[in-house]
C-alpha cells in the first residue's frame, strides 16, 4: 500500500526534502544551539544559576500563575462553551466570534490595557481597590493577564465535542432517572473531560512562556513579580548569554515535556471522539 | 489553537424537552455568569483600548498614528509579514503534501516538531538567533567582520517572526488534506495531468479555504508578535521596531494616548482577522 501511493502521486521527495529542510533551518538547528550554549557553561554554573533564588522565585510564579491561570479558565472556557453551544441569546455569534480575540490581539496591546483597567484609578482596579485588593503590580495581575491570553483554548477545544454530543445520551440518563446534576456530572463530564484537559494543556504551556502581556502588568519586581521569560530578557540585558541560554533550557525542557503531554491528550481525545 | 476550530453546525438543540435541559433559573445563571465573563475579560479591554486612544481627541489621535515613527513602524510590520507569510504558506503546503499524502516512517515526530513553536516562549525564540548571531553569539566575530547585521536588524525580526509562526498554514493543512485522501489527485495523474497540474487544478481549490485560513492566522501574529521580535529588535526608533514595540515604547515614555492610538490600529487589525476567519468559517461550512 505504501509503495503504491508514493509511486503514484508524484513529490514526495521534493516536498519532505523542503519540509526538512526548513524545519532544520529555522527551528531544529537554531534551538539545539541553546542547549549547546548552555553546556558551554560547566554542570556546575548551570546548576547554580538555575537554582539561585531569584531564578527559582521566577520559575515557580511562571508556573504558579499559568497553573491557575489554566485552571479558570479551565472552568470558565467549559461555563462560556456550555452557553454558546447549548443557550440562543442576542449578539451570540459575535460573542462566538470574540473568543478568539487573544490569539489575534498583540500582546503589548493586551497588556497596556489590562494595565490600564486594573491599574488603582482603571476601570475595575478602581473598585477592587475599595475592598483592599490590588492587581496591578501584583502577582494577581499576572494571573488576570493570562487569564486573558489563554480564554480561548479550552472554549475552543470543549465547544465541537459539544457540539457533536449526542442527546440520545442525556436522554437515556433521564430516562433512566438521573436528575440534570447527576448527569451533567457522571455522563456529560467524563466524555467533556478530555477536551478541557487538553485544553488546559495549551493553556498552561502558552502562559508558562507568556511574555508580551505580562511585563506590563505584573510590575517586574525581583523575586515578587518577575516570571522566567523575563529573567531571561534581563540576563541578556546583561550580556549574560549563558546564563540566559540556562534559564531557557530549564523552561524548554519543561515546556517540551507539556506538548508531550498534549500531543497524548489529542491522541486520547480524539479516540473518545472516534469512538462515540 | 489548530485544528480545534469548529467549522460546521452540529445537531441543533432544540432545548424543549426539560429532561435535557436545565430549569430556566439555571440557565439564566449560567447565562449571566459567562457574559460577566466574557464582558469582563473580553469586552471591556476591546472598549478600553477605543475610549483610551480617543481621550485627547480626534486630533491628537490622527497626530499619533500619523507621526513618522509610526508610519516607519507600519511599514517595518509590513514588510516582515510580506516576507514571514509567503515562506510559511510555502513550507504549509509542502509540509502538508508530504504529510497527508505519503505513509513514511516517523510521521509523528515530524508533526511533533511542526508543532515545537507552538510550545516554545516567544522569548526563547528571539532567544535563540541571538545566540547564534548576536555579537557574543556563535556567528557574531564572523559577521561583524564582514559587516552583516542580522541582531538589532530587519533579518534578525524576519527570522524571529518565522520561528513563531511556522505551524500555522500546515496545522491546518495537514488535517484537511488527510481527510481528502488522494483519490482525486491520483485520478487526475491517471487521466494524464502533470504534477504540478494536479496541483494547482486539483489540490488548491480543495484547500483554498483551509489555506486562507491559514494565512489569517499567520498574518495576524506576525503583525502582532511581540515577545520573540522584542528579543532581536534593540529598539530602535524609526528603524526596528514593528507597531506592537512602538506601543511599548510609546507607553513606557508615559505617552498613554498615542499608546493606545497605535494600539488602535492593531486591534482594527485583529478584529478584521477575527472577522475574515468567521467568515471563512461560514463560507466553507456552507459546502
Same mark, same amino acid.
Given at each position: 500500500m505504501n509503495k503504491i501511493k508514493r509511486g503514484v502521486?508524484?513529490?514526495?521527495?521534493?516536498?519532505?526534502?523542503?519540509?526538512m529542510l526548513y524545519l532544520s533551518l529555522i527551528i531544529l538547528i537554531p534551538l539545539s544551539t541553546i542547549f549547546f550554549r548552555a553546556s558551554g557553561y560547566g554542570w556546575a554554573q548551570f546548576w547554580e544559576t538555575v537554582t539561585s533564588p531569584r531564578v527559582v522565585a521566577s520559575y515557580k510564579l511562571s508556573f504558579g500563575a499559568a497553573l491557575a491561570a489554566a485552571g479558570i479558565n479551565s472552568f470558565f472556557g467549559l461555563l462560556v462553551a456550555w452557553v454558546l453551544v447549548r443557550y440562543r441569546f442576542p449578539l451570540r455569534k459575535v460573542i462566538d466570534g470574540l473568543v478568539d480575540l487573544p490569539f489575534a490581539l498583540p500582546t503589548s496591546v493586551a497588556g497596556i490595557v489590562l494595565t490600564t483597567m486594573y491599574a488603582e484609578n482603571g476601570w475595575i482596579g478602581r473598585y477592587l481597590g475599595e475592598v483592599g485588593?490590588?492587581?496591578?503590580?501584583?502577582?494577581?495581575?499576572?494571573?488576570?493577564?493570562?487569564?486573558?491570553?489563554?480564554?480561548?483554548?479550552?472554549?475552543?477545544?470543549?465547544?465541537p465535542v459539544l457540539q457533536y454530543l449526542e442527546p440520545e445520551l442525556e436522554e437515556t440518563a433521564a430516562i433512566l432517572g438521573a436528575n440534570r446534576k447527576?448527569?451533567?456530572?457522571?455522563?456529560?463530564?467524563?466524555?467533556?473531560?478530555?477536551?478541557?484537559?487538553?485544553?488546559?494543556?495549551?493553556?498552561?504551556?502558552?502562559?508558562?512562556?507568556?511574555?508580551?502581556?505580562?511585563v506590563f502588568i505584573s510590575g517586574n519586581m525581583p523575586m515578587r513579580t518577575e516570571v522566567a521569560p523575563l529573567l531571561i530578557i534581563t540576563k541578556l540585558e546583561q550580556f549574560d548569554l549563558p546564563g540566559?541560554?540556562?534559564?531557557?533550557?530549564?523552561?524548554?525542557?519543561?515546556s517540551f515535556v507539556f506538548l508531550l503531554i498534549i500531543n497524548f491528550l489529542q491522541w486520547w481525545s480524539g479516540r473518545y471522539q472516534r469512538a462515540v | 489553537m489548530s485544528g480545534y476550530e469548529n467549522r460546521g453546525p452540529g445537531p441543533e438543540r432544540s432545548g424543549k424537552s426539560s429532561a435535557i435541559s436545565e430549569p430556566p433559573y439555571i440557565r439564566g445563571l449560567l447565562l449571566a455568569v459567562a457574559l460577566t465573563f466574557m464582558g469582563i475579560f473580553l469586552i471591556m479591554p476591546l472598549t478600553a483600548i477605543f475610549l483610551q486612544a480617543f481621550e485627547k481627541g480626534i486630533m491628537?489621535?490622527?497626530?499619533?498614528?500619523?507621526?513618522?515613527? %509610526?508610519?516607519?513602524?507600519?511599514?517595518?510590520?509590513?514588510?516582515?509579514?510580506?516576507?514571514?507569510?509567503?515562506?510559511?504558506?510555502?513550507?504549509?503546503?509542502?509540509?502538508?503534501?508530504?504529510?497527508?499524502?505519503?505513509?513514511?516512517?516517523?510521521?509523528?515526530?515530524?508533526?511533533?516538531?511542526?508543532?515545537? $513553536?507552538?510550545?516554545?516562549? $516567544?522569548?526563547?525564540?528571539?532567544l535563540i538567533f541571538v545566540i547564534i548571531f548576536g555579537l557574543h553569539g556563535l556567528m557574531g566575530p564572523w559577521l561583524s567582520s564582514h559587516n552583516i547585521r542580522i541582531i538589532f536588524a530587519v533579518p534578525g525580526i524576519v527570522l524571529a517572526t518565522i520561528f513563531i509562526t511556522v505551524p500555522f498554514v500546515a496545522r491546518e493543512l495537514i488535517p484537511l488534506m488527510q481527510e481528502q485522501?488522494?483519490?482525486?489527485?491520483?485520478?487526475?495523474?491517471?487521466?494524464?495531468?502533470?504534477?504540478?497540474?494536479?496541483?494547482?487544478?486539483?489540490?488548491?481549490?480543495?484547500?483554498?479555504?483551509?489555506?486562507?485560513?491559514?494565512?489569517?492566522?499567520?498574518?495576524?501574529? %506576525?503583525?502582532?508578535?511581540?515577545?520573540?521580535?522584542?528579543?532581536?529588535?534593540?529598539?530602535?526608533?524609526?528603524? %526596528?521596531? %514593528?507597531?506592537?514595540?512602538?506601543?511599548?515604547?510609546?507607553?513606557?515614555?508615559?505617552?498613554f494616548s498615542?499608546?493606545?492610538?497605535?494600539?488602535?490600529?492593531?486591534?482594527?487589525m485583529a478584529l478584521a482577522a477575527l472577522a475574515a476567519k468567521n467568515f471563512i468559517e461560514w463560507k466553507s461550512g456552507c459546502y
Open positions: 502521486l508524484p513529490g514526495f521527495g521534493f516536498t519532505m526534502g523542503c519540509t485588593i490590588k492587581v496591578a503590580f501584583t502577582p494577581l495581575g499576572i494571573i488576570m493577564a493570562l487569564v486573558f491570553i489563554g480564554l480561548p483554548f479550552v472554549v475552543r477545544t470543549v465547544q447527576q448527569t451533567f456530572i457522571k455522563v456529560l463530564l467524563p466524555g467533556l473531560l478530555p477536551a478541557i484537559t487538553t485544553g488546559f494543556a495549551m493553556a498552561f504551556a502558552r502562559g508558562l512562556g507568556e511574555y508580551g502581556s505580562v540566559a541560554a540556562a534559564i531557557a533550557c530549564v523552561m524548554l525542557v519543561a | 491628537a489621535y490622527v497626530t499619533a498614528i500619523s507621526e513618522s515613527e %509610526t508610519l516607519a513602524a507600519v511599514r517595518l510590520t509590513l514588510l516582515t509579514a510580506a516576507i514571514v507569510v509567503p515562506l510559511n504558506v510555502l513550507f504549509g503546503v509542502c509540509a502538508a503534501w508530504a504529510i497527508a499524502k505519503f505513509q513514511f516512517f516517523g510521521k509523528n515526530v515530524l508533526i511533533t516538531f511542526i508543532d515545537l $513553536p507552538f510550545a516554545v516562549s $516567544p522569548v526563547i525564540a528571539g485522501g488522494s483519490e482525486e489527485e491520483e485520478a487526475a495523474l491517471v487521466l494524464g495531468a502533470g504534477g504540478w497540474k494536479t496541483f494547482f487544478k486539483v489540490t488548491l481549490p480543495n484547500i483554498k479555504w483551509g489555506l486562507m485560513y491559514g494565512v489569517i492566522l499567520c498574518s495576524a501574529r %506576525t503583525i502582532g508578535e511581540f515577545g520573540a521580535v522584542s528579543v532581536v529588535s534593540g529598539h530602535i526608533r524609526g528603524k %526596528t521596531l %514593528t507597531l506592537p514595540l512602538q506601543v511599548e515604547i510609546l507607553y513606557n515614555e508615559y505617552n498615542a499608546a493606545f492610538a497605535v494600539a488602535s490600529l492593531l486591534t482594527l
